[in-house]
C-alpha cells in the first residue's frame, strides 16, 4: 500500500501553483488596506467619536457575564431580530438578515446571485466594496459615473446601463460614500422599475440622513433595504441587516454561515438597543457638527466641500497631499481619495469626531492655507 502510495505521481501545472489556481479576477485585487491609527485622532473609517457612557458599561458587562461561551450563539439570532424589527419600523410580512457587518451581507446577496456573466451594479464613484466582493465572487462588476460636480445619479447612464447589462443586482447607498449625497427618489424609482434585477439600498448612514426607503419595501418586488450598527456607535460588533420580504431572504438565508454573528455581538446589540436613545443623542450631536464643520470649511480658500447627509464631508484642494501629510504630521487620519477615482482627484473624505477633533482639523487647515 505504502510504495502504491509513493509511485503515484503530481500531476504538473503549467507555470507557478499560486497563478494555476487562483483565479486571474483574484490576482488582480488588492486586500482593502487598512491602516495603523494608534495614537492617532482617527477620522477615516466613519466611526461614531462617542463611546459608551460610563453609566452604561457596568450594566453591558453584567449582560455579558451571563453568556456561556462554551456554547455556540443562537444560530438565528432570533432575540436581536426581533429587537432590530423594532428598531426598524418593519411591518409583520418584512423579515430581516443579519450579516457580520453589511459587508457580509453584500457578499451573501452577491453570492446568491453569481453566475456566468451575471452582473453587479453600482454608480461610481462609490462604495468600493461592492466591486471588490463583486470581483472576488465572479460577477462582471459594472459601475456607472455619477454627474460629475455634485455626484447625482445619471438616470439615462443608469437606465441605458441597466438595459445593456441585464445586472441581477443594484447597490444604491442611500447617502452615497464617498459623496455624501442622497440621491433623487425619483430617480430611484425610476432604476426600480426598470431593472428586472433585485436592488438593494444601502442605508449605512441612515442616522446621519433621516431619510429611508424601509417604507417603501412593500411597493416593489425587487427591493431590499440594507443598514447596519456600525455608523452609530458600535463597529466592533460587526452588525449589519437586510429587510425585506421574506421570499428573497429566506433564499439568502440557505448560504448564511451558521453562527455568524457571535454571542457576545448579539447580547451587546440587544442590550444597547434597549438604550437608544443614547446613540440618537451622539447621531444629532454629529449632524450638528457636519453642519459646523461644512460652514467652516466652505469659508476656507482653496478648499471645495460638498453638502453632505452622512458623517463625513467630501473635499477637494489643489492642496490635498500637503493637507494629508500635515494632517498626519499632526496625528489626525483622513482618508486620501486621490488616485481611487477619476472623478476624485484631489479629493479627502473627513469623518465628523468630535468637536474638539474636528477643531483639530480646521486648525491643521489654517496653518497651511
Ligand atoms: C455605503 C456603505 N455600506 C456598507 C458599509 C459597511 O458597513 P459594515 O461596517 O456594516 O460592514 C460601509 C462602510 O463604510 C459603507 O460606506
Request: net charge negative; aromatic share 6%; with cysteine.
Amino acid at each position: 500500500m505504502r510504495d502504491r502510495l509513493n509511485t503515484v505521481r503530481k500531476s504538473k501545472v503549467p507555470g507557478p501553483l499560486i497563478d494555476h489556481w487562483i483565479r486571474p479576477e483574484i490576482r488582480t485585487l488588492s486586500h482593502y488596506h487598512v491602516p495603523d491609527a494608534t495614537g492617532m485622532i482617527k477620522l477615516d473609517a466613519m466611526e461614531n467619536p462617542y463611546s459608551l457612557p460610563d453609566s452604561l458599561v457596568d450594566e453591558w458587562l453584567e449582560r455579558l457575564r451571563e453568556l456561556e461561551l462554551n456554547r455556540y450563539p443562537d444560530a438565528g439570532a432570533e432575540i436581536l431580530k426581533e429587537k432590530l424589527s423594532g428598531y426598524l419600523g418593519l411591518s409583520p410580512d418584512q423579515e430581516i438578515l443579519l450579516g457580520n457587518g453589511s459587508d457580509e451581507l453584500i457578499q451573501i446577496i452577491a453570492m446568491a446571485l453569481s453566475g456566468p456573466d451575471r452582473v453587479l451594479m453600482a454608480p461610481e464613484p462609490g462604495f468600493v466594496m461592492y466591486r471588490l466582493i463583486a470581483r472576488s465572487l465572479g460577477l462582471r462588476y459594472v459601475g456607472v459615473p455619477l454627474v460629475q460636480d455634485d455626484f447625482h445619479l445619471d438616470q439615462t447612464a443608469m437606465l441605458k446601463a441597466i438595459e445593456e447589462n441585464n445586472p441581477a443586482v443594484i447597490f444604491l447607498a442611500y447617502p452615497n460614500n464617498p459623496t455624501g449625497n442622497l440621491f433623487d427618489r425619483q430617480v430611484i424609482e425610476s432604476i426600480i422599475d426598470a431593472t428586472n434585477g433585485l436592488v438593494v439600498i444601502d442605508e449605512a448612514y441612515h442616522s446621519f440622513a433621516l431619510d429611508s426607503w424601509i417604507g417603501d419595501l412593500g411597493r416593489f418586488d425587487n427591493l431590499l433595504v440594507m443598514r447596519t450598527l456600525s455608523k452609530i456607535g458600535l463597529a466592533g460588533l460587526r452588525i449589519g441587516m437586510l429587510a425585506g420580504a421574506k421570499s428573497w431572504l429566506d433564499e439568502l438565508n440557505k448560504i448564511r454561515l451558521p453562527y455568524n454573528i457571535n454571542a457576545l455581538s448579539q447580547a451587546s446589540a440587544v442590550f444597547l438597543l434597549e438604550h437608544g436613545e443614547v446613540f440618537e443623542q451622539q447621531a444629532a450631536q454629529i449632524r450638528a457638527d457636519r453642519e459646523q464643520m461644512y460652514a467652516r470649511l466652505e469659508s476656507i480658500p482653496q478648499i471645495e466641500v460638498w453638502p453632505s447627509r452622512a458623517n463625513f464631508l467630501l473635499i477637494r484642494s489643489r492642496l490635498s497631499q500637503v493637507i494629508l501629510k500635515r494632517l498626519k504630521k499632526n496625528n489626525i487620519l483622513i482618508k486620501n481619495l486621490h488616485g481611487s477615482h477619476e472623478m476624485l482627484a484631489q479629493c479627502l473624505r473627513i469623518t465628523i469626531g468630535t468637536t474638539e477633533e474636528n477643531q483639530a482639523v480646521l486648525d491643521t487647515m489654517k496653518e497651511l492655507i
